[in-house]
């Protein structure tokens, strides 16, 4: 058996570097620590330089790190980059770079990689133009740095490219750095999240679609065929879960050579002492906001429910969770009050100015009708989970046994109101609820269970399917519950049942639960996955000398 080829360079692109946007940030940033370990800055990230004016969180500017190499880019390739440091465990290198003077050639880039790659730009709208400017820029990065610092043939280069975003680094590295193995990772395709969220039945027609067909009745061709081409001609294309990979295979038609599950690393989790303190700090947080902008005191053993993600409606579960919960209102013996927080970043207006004076001064209560969101929309009216509140007949009274709070702001610790972190609130919950329909893999549910924090999903998450190939019950730490394109109202029923069943659990069975989903947790851990990466590079390496 032949031994794995190992890559002495990686380059690493996504349009998340040192830019949080979604799930791609926590792959990228907990996956880093355990590639830095073994490159040391041989590992390099690229990014895109999108903060202007203001200094990123997530990025240290080290003018001293590779300044010949800026100057070196700027007089041959007319970009302007900044070198520096990720901030995140081991501060890998990354470089940020600013992709704007492309736009003016955006036609001639478009018309050569129609020639080279076959991608159709001619319709393309809304973020494809900077997108692919920015992917087309990094590739030019990656050959800068390749000629400046004389890397040969005989060294074994991977260029890692994340998403539609970066394909057209990928093309361009292919034409310019054959000696480079690439790597095309898609977290979700274009095509199937439109599909799923144009309600639309992705599985069980899913052998039936064709996915240029769809591309065009859903105006998607462009970033379509970029995607599609961009499987195509990558040494090794990869994707994060079984369910996703039979959907490339279709929609895409490439069979993806390996499924690289999205791992994490637990040093955000505190341990021990600092935990209690952590969970006891972040429920007192909870309670106090719910209790001023309910206008009541809640009952010392009240359960605290939570949901979080993008704001996709149907996609995330969101639907489901609300429809669950007005299930779980319907029950007759509820001994316990639910608070249930939707923490789902909306069209933000800013946060209510009476709920945060209200709670500067211990024991007041907002004077409002609204008992629902902690931040002001722009758009109550046409606020789908406000429609949802409001279809159900949520209204927080306090002989409700089951409250809904909307938290639609990202919660990075100066949201106005909470001013934590998502993690510093996480860690107080009971459990949280992710219903998805459409869910490549699910960093949610996970990060959950990380932090002892049980759990409820679906069989269509990559997540869900890793834990459990059948339906499971909460009591396992996750429970799984089965979903098709046509069985919500039994999803939410299930979900209702499955929470109520937790109301009654006592203090050493929900230990016991916690403890289970911790367990899981630690299954997930880079040290253990990573492994698929180093597949993915052996392939890339071995394809790319076969081309050769």
Same mark, same amino acid.
């Given at each position: 058996m032949l031994s794995k080829l190992i890559p !002495? #360079?990686? $380059?690493?692109?996504?349009?998340?570097v040192c830019n949080m946007v979604g799930g791609i940030y926590t792959v990228l940033s907990t996956r880093a620590a355990t590639l830095q370990e073994r490159l040391g800055d041989k590992l390099i990230f690229i990014g895109p330089d999108v903060w202007n004016e203001i200094e990123s969180p997530y990025f240290k500017e080290d003018s001293s790190l590779f300044p010949e190499w800026i100057s070196y880019t700027y007089a041959n390739y007319g970009l302007k980059i900044r070198t520096g440091r990720w901030k995140i465990p081991g501060e890998p290198v990354a470089v940020l770079v600013d992709f704007r003077p492309l736009m003016e050639k955006k036609n001639q880039v478009y018309g050569h990689v129609w020639e080279i790659a076959g991608v159709n730009s001619m319709v393309a709208y809304g973020d494809y133009d900077?997108?692919?400017?920015?992917?087309?820029?990094? %590739?030019?990065?990656?050959?800068?740095?390749?000629?400046?610092?004389?890397?040969?043939?005989?060294?074994?280069?991977?260029?890692?490219?994340?998403?539609?975003?970066?394909?057209?680094?990928?093309?361009?590295?292919?034409?310019?750095?054959?000696?480079?193995?690439?790597? =095309?990772?898609?977290?979700?395709?274009?095509? %199937?999240?439109?599909?799923?969220?144009?309600?639309?039945?992705?599985?069980?027609?899913?052998? !039936?679609?064709? %996915?240029?067909?769809?591309?065009?009745?859903?105006?998607?061709?462009?970033?379509?065929s970029t995607e599609k081409q961009g499987a195509k001609h990558a040494d090794c294309f990869t994707t994060v879960s079984d369910i996703t990979a039979r959907e490339c295979t279709q929609l895409l038609e490439r069979k993806p050579d390996v499924v690289t599950p999205n791992g994490f690393e637990d040093d955000f989790v505190p341990k021990g002492r600092a935990f209690t303190a952590k969970r006891k700090d972040a429920r007192k947080s909870l309670k106090n906001v719910a209790e001023t902008l309910l206008g009541y005191k809640l009952e010392d053993n009240a359960l605290f429910i939570g949901t979080a993600g993008r704001y !996709?409606?149907?996609n995330k579960g969101i639907d489901i969770f609300i429809e669950s919960l007005k299930h779980l209102y319907d029950f007759q013996d509820m001994n316990r009050q639910v608070v249930a927080f939707i923490m789902v970043p909306a069209w933000v207006k800013s946060s209510r100015t009476d709920l945060a004076e209200a709670l500067k001064q211990p024991g007041k209560y907002?004077?409002? #009708?609204?008992?629902? /969101?902690?931040?002001?929309?722009?758009?109550?009216?046409?606020?789908?989970?406000?429609?949802?509140?409001?279809?159900?007949? =949520?209204?927080?009274?306090?002989? !409700?046994?089951?409250?809904?709070? $909307?938290?639609?702001?990202?919660?990075?610790? /100066?949201?106005?109101?909470?001013?934590?972190?998502? #993690?510093?609130?996480?860690i107080g919950m009971d459990f949280t609820v992710f219903p998805s329909y459409y869910e490549p893999w699910g960093y949610t549910p996970l990060e959950s269970v990380a932090f002892s924090v049980p759990t409820?999903?679906?069989?269509?998450?990559?997540?869900?399917?890793?834990?459990?190939?059948?339906?499971?019950?909460?009591?396992?730490?996750?429970?799984?519950?089965h979903r098709s394109d046509y069985n919500s109202y039994e999803v939410a029923l299930h979900i209702a049942e499955m929470m109520h069943e937790f109301l009654k659990l006592n203090e050493t069975e929900i230990k016991k639960v916690r403890n289970q989903a911790f367990l899981i947790a630690e299954k997930a851990l880079w040290k253990h996955f990573i492994t698929f990466y180093d597949d993915a590079y052996n392939i890339a390496i071995r394809a790319m000398r076969d081309r050769l």
């Open positions: !002495e #360079y990686i $380059f690493e692109t996504s349009w998340e900077e997108s692919s400017m920015f992917g087309y820029s990094t %590739g030019m990065i990656m050959e800068s740095y390749y000629k400046f610092f004389k890397i040969t043939a005989n060294q074994n280069v991977v260029a890692h490219f994340n998403e539609w975003m970066t394909t057209f680094g990928e093309f361009y590295v292919r034409e310019h750095l054959p000696a480079v193995a690439t790597i =095309f990772t898609t977290h979700a395709t274009s095509i %199937g999240r439109s599909i799923a969220g144009n309600h639309k039945p992705l599985y069980d027609y899913m052998p !039936e679609y064709n %996915g240029d067909q769809m591309a065009y009745e859903l105006n998607m061709v462009s970033k379509h !996709e409606y149907k907002v004077d409002s #009708y609204n008992r629902i /969101t902690t931040h002001e929309l722009h758009d109550y009216y046409n606020d789908n989970i406000m429609g949802a509140l409001h279809w159900f007949h =949520f209204r927080n009274q306090p002989s !409700e046994k089951v409250k809904v709070i $909307f938290v639609p702001s990202y919660l990075n610790g /100066t949201d106005g109101i909470f001013n934590k972190s998502y #993690y510093d609130l996480l409820i999903t679906t069989d269509l998450s990559g997540f869900g399917q890793w834990v459990s190939s059948a339906p499971q019950d909460i009591r396992k730490g996750v429970g799984i519950v």
